[in-house]
């Protein structure tokens, strides 16, 4: 805490790494690197959630308890913004759709705890093969989505198979039948954080016909 080094607002404090930066500094990267500053703002949000999240009263509004990752509520937030950054930088982004099925090997659905162990491996997969800035959520019960900013349909693709891989691989105590259905959704030109869940939300209601 002695080394500290002061420079206008910004305190920088070597042995714990912290940084504090004002919001005046914080305006200023803005106006001068605009493109540096979205991406402030974006691991602000991250950085924040995680924070926020270790608090027991706010931590059941951020994260999902049983995988671990954000919840619906959260990630419609942080959608929301890539979504406005690709559009202003004119950058890909893509919504990766990861739905997790499981029956059990004699037959029926599985159990309870089969799901929920399910649920959560297939969390720890998924965090485990993404690139710093993508973020994950639990959508609904068995559903994952994940956000990949400047990433097209293609590149999503060999995310999602690296994602399978390693939950292939991984030891699976539970003895059920799982089938993962992967659905892609690449941000067209004009849409918004609502009309890429609208698309995506539709993508996954059309193949459960």
């Given amino acids: 805490m002695r080394d500290r080094e002061r420079i206008s607002d910004v305190v920088a404090i070597k042995p714990v790494r912290a940084l504090a930066v004002s919001w005046r500094d ?9 493109r540096i500053s979205s991406r402030l703002f974006e691991n602000l949000s991250l950085v924040l959630g995680d924070l926020l999240a270790r608090q ?9 308890e049983l995988s671990g990752v954000y919840n619906a509520t959260y ?6 913004f890539a979504a406005d950054k690709a559009n202003r930088y004119d950058e890909e982004l893509s919504l990766l759709s990861l739905k997790v099925a499981c029956n059990s090997t004699k037959g029926g659905h599985a159990n309870w705890q089969d799901k929920a162990w399910i649920i959560s491996k297939m969390a720890q997969s998924t965090r485990a093969v993404l690139r710093k800035g993508d973020m994950v959520s639990r959508w609904k019960d068995q559903i994952y989505w994940v956000i990949l900013p400047n990433t097209n349909a293609t590149q999503a693709h060999m995310l999602a198979q690296r994602v ?32 890429l869940i609208d698309r995506a939300t539709r993508q996954e209601t059309l193949s459960e016909a």
């Avoid at 914080?26 to 605009?34: G, K, S, W």
């Avoid at 027991?56 to 999902?64: G, L, N, T, V």
């Avoid at 990630?75 to 929301?80: E, H």
């Fill in 26 to 34: 914080i305006h200023q990267i803005a106006r001068l690197y605009p």
């Fill in 56 to 64: 027991e009263a706010i931590r059941p509004m951020i994260k999902d």
């Fill in 75 to 80: 990630i419609i937030d942080l959608l929301q």
């Fill in 164 to 195: 399978l891989q390693h939950y292939e691989q991984s030891d699976d105590p539970v003895k059920c039948h799982t089938e993962i259905c992967v659905y892609i959704t690449e941000l067209a030109p004009g849409e918004d954080g609502k009309d």
